[in-house]
């Protein structure tokens, strides 16, 4: 199958955001307290590391879809893309600690897809 350029970027950066999951998933676990969502000291929340495990799975699955140029991963990366821009920026508003690295990139990323995917280069390639 062809596989245009701008599909390919958006596996890329679907990819980075799966990175940024597990990340997250496992700063909640306790493995990496320094860069993450949660705080800057060792914490365990398992119902966070679920979700953020979650997330992660979502990501690679989506990856896989877009790689493979599924008609179908155009409106769930949009659908997904619109979810955690609104989960960051509540985040980012309500939060009464500072923002961190892998929030402010999730938020740039996502951010960064949502204005792609609009794109009639891409909506084409998918067929939309």
Do not use: C, H
Not at 75 to 103: C, H, R
Request: no cysteine; proline share 5%; net charge neutral.
């Amino acid at each position: 199958m062809n596989r245009p350029t701008g599909v390919t970027i958006l596996a890329v950066l679907s990819g980075v955001l799966a990175l940024l999951a597990i990340l997250a998933t496992l700063n909640w676990l306790g493995f990496v307290p320094w860069f993450g969502p949660g705080p800057a000291i060792r914490t365990f929340n398992l119902w966070y590391a679920l979700l953020y495990g979650l997330l992660a799975w979502v990501y690679i699955w989506l990856t896989r879809m877009l790689w493979n140029v599924d008609k179908s991963a155009w409106l769930f990366l949009a659908v997904i893309t619109v979810f955690n821009l609104t989960i960051g920026f509540v985040t980012i508003i309500s939060s009464n600690m500072p923002t961190t690295d892998l929030t402010t990139a999730s938020v740039i990323i996502n951010s960064l897809i949502l204005i792609y995917i609009m794109l009639p280069g891409v909506k084409e390639a998918f067929e939309v």
